[in-house]
């Protein structure tokens, strides 16, 4: 029996775009430290 296996490839753009959006994410989340760090607040002006 001959079976090939089929792969899959993913384009290049989705590549870029997931590494952005995982950057994204990465500030978001020190951003989120930091304004904790300095007001004791995960959102600041909400108690």
Known sequence: MNQK???NKVE???IIAERINGWAAMM???AA???Y?????????IV
């Not at 760090?37 to 002006?45: A, C, R, V, Y």
């Open 33 to 35: 430290v930091g304004a």
């Open 37 to 45: 760090l300095t007001t004791g607040q995960l959102i600041p002006g």
């Open 12 to 14: 290049a753009e989705k």
């Open 28 to 30: 978001g989340f020190w």
């Open 5 to 7: 296996t089929k792969t």
